[in-house]
């Protein structure tokens, strides 16, 4: 009886132990079942903003248009950078029995498929800037008015254990979106003309849909704002500790450097005498495999290695990678040498954004995600759509070399600056789980 009833006990005790195990892991699995919706939602939402920033760069470069007229026209994407302004109403309106950031989706991804199809009206875009400017700028409003919701409903639905493995897929899937649309579109123009590049981009814009439709968004238990209360909120989230020197200062300049020098890439290469079909398949197909790698492993080394030591990293492989693309900006692009330069720049590129976006989404407090971690990119995208202007421009005066050079310069001064905030931050941290443990004691 005694054996009986110890073995009993025993297995009742694996039991519990074995549905603890399963409750614990419940949460985890859930917020796993969103990764797949959150990879296609940034993959087509990169698709035009590759398209635009890279592949039709690289076509206008390539029929005569100035590098000053394309750094004017680079500035009509700075609609992202004000995402804050509308960011709220996307936190504050949509919350039905259907979900609140998905319903946002809902009606923001057609109407992505939809303000792309505008495009089809320009069949010779340099000999209108002017409305080509005027759709390219419409068509980022809405495109970034996806990317809030988005935002909102991936913070919401990830855990602490999920965060970095999701911020890391987000940003390959940023990458992917960004060179295929930087690519592939650019190799369907290539082939069969812009109508059917304008129709290829706008089907692809539509594949999230039905992941859409069968997703079941989490309900916060957070209040939401009200609306003048989230106007009033909205620099909030730099009053937090740290978030003020994090948000404004050390996360602009660490990324800075190297985003302004990617603007750089498809003139340059269109300059150096590649044609667009070897543009679209070296950026749209070669890079999306290093972009995407290097974002995958790096999410979960933020947790495993600290953010100081990922940041130190990539912030220094970012300034190399950035000065081995010399030869490029001489106008030296031969396809081998060129091709390991730019996989090793844009890895280190992606590497070092996600380790920014793993700290800003840790940043989000519940009930306005969607609002702080637009405003906390919204910094940032601001300085590099400013300087990539800035820089674009200065390139038609100085040349592709100099302005590397200076890119390069700014990438290690923005790695100084985050490791020693890091290094800052963390010792912070020690001292103050010290004093919680004397006190307790």
Request: a positive charge; glycine letters at 10%; charged letters at 15%.
């Amino acid at each position: 009886m005694a054996n009986t009833m110890t073995d009993v006990r025993g297995r009742t005790r694996g039991a519990d132990g074995r549905a603890d195990r399963e409750h614990r892991r419940a949460p985890h699995r859930s917020a796993k079942r969103i990764l797949p919706l959150v990879t296609s939602l940034y993959i087509t939402q990169y698709l035009g903003v590759g398209f635009i920033y890279v592949g039709l760069t690289a076509m206008l470069r390539q029929r005569g248009v100035a590098l000053e007229s394309l750094a004017a026209m680079s500035l009509a994407g700075i609609t992202w950078a004000l995402k804050p302004l509308w960011a709220p109403l996307i936190d504050r309106f949509g919350r039905t029995r259907h979900g609140h950031y998905r319903t946002w989706l809902l009606v923001l991804q057609p109407l992505l498929a939809l303000t792309g199809l505008g495009l089809v009206a320009l069949p010779a875009p340099e000999r209108n800037l002017g409305l080509l400017g005027v759709l390219i700028a419409t068509y980022t409003f809405v495109s970034a008015t996806q990317d809030i919701a988005a935002d909102g409903l991936t913070a919401r639905a990830v855990t602490d254990r999920t965060r970095p493995l999701a911020n890391g897929i987000a940003n390959a899937a940023q990458w992917l979106g960004n060179v295929f649309g930087g690519g592939i579109i650019v190799l369907v123009y290539d082939a069969f003309g812009w109508v059917a590049a304008m129709i290829t981009l706008t089907t692809l814009s539509l594949l999230p849909l039905p992941m859409v439709l069968a997703h079941r968004e989490k309900v916060s238990d957070a209040p939401v704002p009200g609306l003048a209360g989230a106007y009033s909120a909205l620099m909030r989230v730099f009053a937090q500790p740290d978030g003020r020197v994090w948000g404004l200062l050390v996360m602009p300049l660490f990324l800075a450097g190297t985003t302004s020098a990617y603007g750089l890439l498809s003139p340059a290469l269109a300059d150096a005498g590649w044609g667009l079909d070897r543009l679209g398949w070296v950026l749209g197909m070669f890079l999306a495999a290093p972009a995407a790698l290097a974002s995958l492993v790096v999410g979960p080394c933020v947790t495993r290695f600290g953010r100081r030591n990922c940041l130190l990293v990539a912030g220094l492989v970012d300034a190399l990678a950035t000065l081995a693309l010399l030869p490029l900006a001489l106008g030296h692009a031969p396809l081998v040498p060129t091709i390991v330069a730019l996989s090793v720049f844009v890895a280190a590129m992606a590497a070092a954004s996600t380790v920014v976006y793993t700290v800003n989404m840790s940043m989000c407090r519940p009930g306005s995600e969607a609002t702080d971690f637009t405003m906390l990119a919204a910094v940032a995208m601001v300085a590099s759509y400013i300087l990539g202007a800035a820089l674009l421009y200065a390139a038609g005066t100085f040349g592709y070399h100099v302005v590397l050079v200076g890119c390069s310069i700014l990438a290690l001064s923005g790695t100084i600056v985050a490791v020693r905030h890091a290094a800052a931050a963390d010792g912070s941290r020690a001292s103050n789980e010290n004093r919680r443990r004397g006190s307790a004691a």
